[in-house]
């Protein structure tokens, strides 16, 4: 059986190495264009803010070995053409045209079985100057070593990062510091416009805005405009010219197609090649998987394109097995995506909200905030968590975290409980591991299921931080009453006139004080002893009573 495999990143590799455990006598050829094979791309930031010292290690096997094309002729009996381009596919002969890169050889592969995975590369503006010495994008080892280089010749001040997604984000915390300014340029008006609702961004920005790094948003980049030295020194957006030393091109990921395209196969509405559960195109002799195909959103039943290595990786195992003879499918995604920015960790799962309503679906949402583990636990950190959810049926639609403490773990036990329908009733009774180096005793996953689930059921009713601003514009007859204790207040006193002071531990005795008329909205610093009171003058029979969720800690106060 012969194999040959287009691509050698991250799917082409992992096809290579499952297929020679199952098929010990299969040929495999694996091509690559470029010299550097089977590299953690995921790296590069860390590459470039210096905490991985050596472009190397985004190379080797947790036991250090390089995986290079010896690695894969001697501990795989792959066979890897580097420095080799695919350039034509012959559905009928079942054969690939090669072009050798060093010696500009020709040759032809014939196949029993091709695999695509030719990944994706970074999207480029169509705009004046990308071509510009100094003008990078960050998507192979050699742009970030370029980049790196760079920075460290101390002859970069300022770097222009154009895009505020999951790689912008990244790349300006891994070079800001107080030799190199940081502008961030995003056309939306929030940060991770892909990745986070607007309530859950605005956590981000303010994190970013406060390390240093300048947020643009809403801003349009027209043109790049080159120095006396030919290299770029000019942004000109629609807030005006920026001066630099240096862009970034950071607005995405395309799929890489041309060589599918041309061999008549079919792609999909994403513009990514289009597969079958198997991962299979509508040729049967033909797969492809990782950044060049598109995928099925689990909830929505859509197509998405979302290009991760965690999906690529496995795309590759079940092609594999596919080719071997075994019945392997691929589910399909729930797109979730996590990242760390300066201290705080960031992910979603899901569907955001508004995502979801254009699904079709009835959604209510809750923010909350918390700590990892318990208060008293010398090491602890807060962590505002989004759940989404249908009404009618309480199934959990998506979820985002964000903040200095363990979110991502939160972020793995939800994307797990979704993957099988789980309710909002499903996620508050499970039965997570508890001590106080790890949890509270109520974990955060239960408790915004709660807060949800009372949100739903009307027991309650709760303002978002959004809302919060939008009440305080439209009602004149509107109190925030503020429930800290007198040295929180102190310490950090909140700036709206209309504010009643007065503690939890005395509101059962002085809640008479509060006009019984007005719009009432308690406040804490987490939200949940304002939830405390909300129900406690609830219960007083003030009606016209709703708590802040997610407390103090989600505003700018």
């Known amino acids: 059986m012969r194999v040959v495999i287009i691509g050698g990143v991250a799917t082409g590799p992992k096809v290579a190495a499952r297929l020679r455990r199952l098929r010990p006598d299969a040929d495999i050829t694996v091509i690559e264009q470029g010299e550097l094979i089977s590299y ?45 381009r695919a350039e034509e596919i012959d559905r009928i002969n079942k054969t690939v045209k090669i072009r050798n890169l060093v010696h500009n050889q020709q040759d032809a592969l014939p196949y029993d079985y091709l695999v695509l995975a030719t990944g994706g590369s970074p999207a480029v503006p169509s ?28 002859k970069l001040k300022h770097i222009t990062i154009i895009g505020a997604g999951l790689i912008g984000i990244e790349a300006a915390d891994a070079l800001f510091s107080p030799r190199v300014k940081v502008t961030l340029c995003e056309a939306q ?33 027209r043109s790049l405009i080159a120095g006396d030295n030919g290299a770029v020194a000019l942004v000109e957006t629609t807030d ?64 998405v394109y979302s290009p991760l290595a965690s999906t690529a990786n496995k795309h590759g195992r079940i092609i594999a097995d596919n080719i071997s003879g075994r019945d392997s499918k691929f589910p399909g995604v729930n797109e979730t995506s996590v990242l760390q920015c300066f201290e705080y960790n960031i992910g979603r799962t899901g569907l955001g909200e508004e995502e979801a309503r254009k699904h079709g679906f009835d959604v209510s949402s809750v923010i909350i905030s918390g700590f990892d583990n318990t208060h008293y636990y010398p090491m602890h950190e807060k962590v505002k968590l989004k759940l989404i959810a249908d009404k009618s049926s309480c199934r959990v639609l998506g979820a985002q975290v964000v903040g200095a403490g363990e979110a991502i773990k939160r972020l793995d036990v939800l994307v797990t409980a979704m993957k099988y329908g789980a309710t909002l009733e499903d996620i508050a009774n499970l039965d997570l591991g508890y001590a106080p180096p790890f949890s509270t005793a109520i974990d955060l996953v239960a408790h915004a299921a709660n807060a ?30 503020d ?39 308690t406040v804490c610093e987490l939200g949940v002893r304002s939830y405390e009171a909300a129900c406690m003058l609830q219960g007083k029979g003030l009606s016209g009573v709703s708590y802040l969720e997610g407390g103090l800690s989600i505003l700018d106060t």
Not at 453 to 461: D, P, T
């Open 40 to 84: 953690g791309s995921c790296g590069l930031p860390l590459y470039l803010g210096n905490l991985v010292p050596d472009m190397m290690e985004l190379m080797m096997t947790s036991s250090g070995s390089v995986r290079d094309p010896d690695y894969f002729h001697h501990t795989k009996q792959v066979k890897v053409l580097n420095n080799t």
């Open 127 to 154: 705009l004046p100057g990308t071509d510009l010495p100094n003008v990078f994008t960050l998507h192979h080892p050699k742009d970030a070593q370029a980049l790196r280089e760079s920075v460290r010749s101390k």
């Open 189 to 221: 008006p929030q940060i991770l416009p892909k990745l986070l609702d607007a309530d859950m961004a605005a956590l981000v920005e303010k994190e970013v805005r406060n390390r240093g790094v300048e947020v643009l948003l809403s801003c349009q980049v």
């Open 240 to 303: 005006g010219v920026i001066e630099t030393d240096a862009v970034i091109l950071a607005i995405g990921t395309r799929p890489t197609v041309e060589l599918a395209r041309a061999a008549g196969i079919e792609l999909g509405v994403t513009g990514a090649i289009k597969v079958n559960s198997h991962l299979q195109t509508e040729d049967p002799s033909i797969y492809a998987g990782g950044d060049c195909v598109e995928n099925y959103d689990l909830l929505s039943g859509q197509p």
């Open 452 to 481: 949800l689930s009372n949100k739903i059921s009307g027991l309650i009713h709760s303002v978002s931080g959004a809302e919060l601003s939008t009440y305080l514009a439209d009602y004149k007859n509107l109190y925030i009453i």
């Open 483 to 521: 429930i800290r204790t007198s040295e929180e207040i102190q310490s950090t006193p909140i700036p709206y006139k209309n504010k009643i002071e007065i503690p939890l531990s005395e509101l059962a005795i002085r809640w008479g004080e509060l006009p019984t008329q007005a719009k009432l909205i």
